[in-house]
């Protein structure tokens, strides 16, 4: 047996003998939509927002939560990493939170906008952060103390930012069908008015700029405007844009659930991803510049080969496990769907938007450790039993828990009620 064979079977046998990997591809956590997906420059962790209000840390090397980062007070629109590895969400609420791996609470928090904040980006060198809001702005914030420029002449929302590699101007774009490229040492921006509302954009290495539009189109220009080529991507709006750091592929995600990746020279699309579910809201390339993430509207991330089309691992096109097939034929636990996007029954799962109910009977309102309840909860003596939870449901938690940062919500039937609280006796004790 010649060396080279010998080293061959000893290497097939070691592999043999390892345990095999976890199949588990996805990353399954969120309780809503996945609005925002950042990788860090290591390519190792993975920043997720969403409609669910939380954003959540991962590590992609044992696909697991690492973090639930619980501060907005509404969908979490927009993520990124800054440079020296702490981290940003931006939300509905108009707020940037800056956060340290770690810690429980936010850094610092900018009150930035006065509506909701749908995209966020880290200038070359790293110095600021451009925030693109519904409010019909574009704010640049210091991220070492000093001021915030607001950019207005937009004149209507806000859908994008992203800094041109040079660092010399910041690209915004709305759904008022202009591009504006604002030069950042300050003066007036130059303003190129597209045929569709555009929702996306990315600006490759070499400086090409790309927009996402409603009309299903990808569009190039050159730094300064001119543009350059377009492509068809679907027929459905493209809501979520990605460029692959090398510059080489572009990855779309549209209203009607398609991943599209495509060829950015070339003009053309390569491949379509199928099954995610609709919509895609937000993908993003690791920095091999192949493997693809998207956020799916079943609250997952999926993780592709970009070059292949092939999902990485398996189970992805299926449908997630359902948290209450055990429960098959409960009338509580069909109650208790209205629940279960935002509260886990058990706490092996990972925290949702709302804190576990595990072990919720006897339990004071808003004790549970390490969940950020809102300090109107924590000041209040309501311990939590069946005759107590049916009375938030009746009277709904406006009423029985003021300034509660849970949904208003009601059952109104006394049955449904005895049926929910029967169930969360069953489902929640320890
Ligand atoms: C859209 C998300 C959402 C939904 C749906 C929801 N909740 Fe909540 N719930 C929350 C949040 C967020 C809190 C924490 C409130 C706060 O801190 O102000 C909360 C708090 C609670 C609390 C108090 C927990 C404690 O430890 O003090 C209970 C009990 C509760 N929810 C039960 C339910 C039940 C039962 C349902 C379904 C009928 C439900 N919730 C539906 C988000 C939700």
Known sequence: MSTRLRLATVLLTASLLLPLRPTLAQLAGHGGPVRALAVSVDGKTVLSGSFDT?????????????????????????????????????????QIAIWRPGQPQPDQVVEAHTGPIVGLAVSPDQSRLASASWDHTVRISSLSGGGTRVLHGHSQAVNGVAFAPDGQSLVSVGYDLTVRIWPLPGGSPETIVMPAPLNAVAISPDGEIVTGAADGKLRMMTADGRQTGEVMVGATPIVALAIAQDGALLATGAIDGTVAIVDRKARTVVRTLAGPGAPVWSVVFLPDGA???????????????????AAIGSNVVGTPADPLAAYAGDHGAEIFR???????????????????????????????????????????????TPETVSKLFEIGPNAYTPGTKMPEQHIGSAEDRRALTDFLARATSK
């Open 338 to 384: 209205a629940c279960v996007a935002c509260h886990t029954l058990s706490e092996t799962e990972v925290q949702r938007a709302g804190p576990t109910l595990a072990g919720l009977f006897g339990r004071k309102i808003a004790s549970l450790p390490g969940y950020r309840f809102s300090d109107a909860l924590k000041a209040m003596d309501i311990v939590w």
């Open 291 to 309: 493997t693809l993430l998207t956020g799916g509207t079943d609250g997952r991330i999926r993780r592709w080969n970009a070059l292949t089309g």
């Open 54 to 94: 939380a954003a959540i840390r991962w590590s992609l090397a044992t696909e697991s939560a690492e973090q639930v980062l619980r501060f907005h007070a509404g969908a979490v629109n927009a993520a990124a990493f800054l440079g020296d590895g702490r981290m940003a969400t931006a939300g509905a609420d108009g």
